[in-house]
Structures are given as C-alpha cells and as structure tokens.
C-alpha cells in the first residue's frame, strides 16, 4: 500500500515553467513504477509521463515531449514532473500515480494521488 500527495500546482502564464512533486508514503517506494496523469475538464484522464524504479527508464506523451522531464529521489520518496514552455492546453488536474514492476507502460496503475491543478493563462 502506498498513498500519495502531489502539490506545486497553480497559475502560471503561457511559456512558464511549474515543477509538481508527489510525496509517497510507504518503505517500498523504489520498487514502484510512478507515473503522472492529466484530466482537463471535459476530457478523459490521460497519461502524461512515467518513470522505472531506478529512474533509468522514462516515457513521455508526445504531447508533453520535448517540455517535460519527469525524476524521482527515492532516498525522499518523491517524483518530480519538471513542466517547461507550458501551454493552455497544459490545464489539467494533475495526478500521480504508482504501479509495481518494471516498465513504464501508460496505464495499470493502481495507487493514486489526489491531484494538483495546473491552470495555464494565455
């Protein structure tokens, strides 16, 4: 079981830069696979970025690809989602997410934050 609480959401014009952080709970938090997810109002939850227990492997949406970076610090429990160049269609509620094994696949996640919410002004 792990529970997780993402912050460093908030309102950020065009072209900006947020960093989000999602804080985990638990003393196996190096053997998950952690994620990020986006759901913009009206539209179904997508997948935004992921990251292998060890932080060697990572995967990106094309649509974040390029502006995005996502990390982990497993000595602090955290993942990190590094948001450049943001754009309005970046909106969204952010939300982490946490799965065991090894890849990082886009979807069987099976713990989830709450979620923080990003606005991006034009």
């Known amino acids: 079981q792990v529970q997780l609480v993402e912050s460093g959401g908030g309102l950020v014009q065009a072209g900006g830069s947020l960093r989000l952080s999602c804080a985990a709970s638990?003393?196996?938090?190096?053997?998950?696979?952690m994620g990020w997810f986006r759901q913009a109002p009206g539209k179904e939850r997508e997948f935004v970025a992921a990251?292998?227990?060890?932080?060697?492997?990572?995967r990106y949406a094309d649509s974040v690809k390029g502006r995005t970076t996502i990390s982990r610090d497993n000595a602090k429990n955290t993942v990190y989602l590094q948001m450049n160049s943001l754009k309005p269609e970046d909106t969204a509620v952010y939300y982490c997410?946490?799965?065991?094994?090894?890849?990082?696949?886009?979807?069987?996640?099976?713990?989830w934050g709450q979620g923080t919410q990003v606005t991006v002004s034009s």
């Open positions: 997410a946490a799965k065991r094994g090894v890849t990082t696949t886009t979807s069987g996640y099976d713990y």
């Open positions: 638990g003393r196996t938090f190096s053997s998950y696979v």
């Open positions: 990251i292998s227990w060890s932080g060697a492997s990572t």
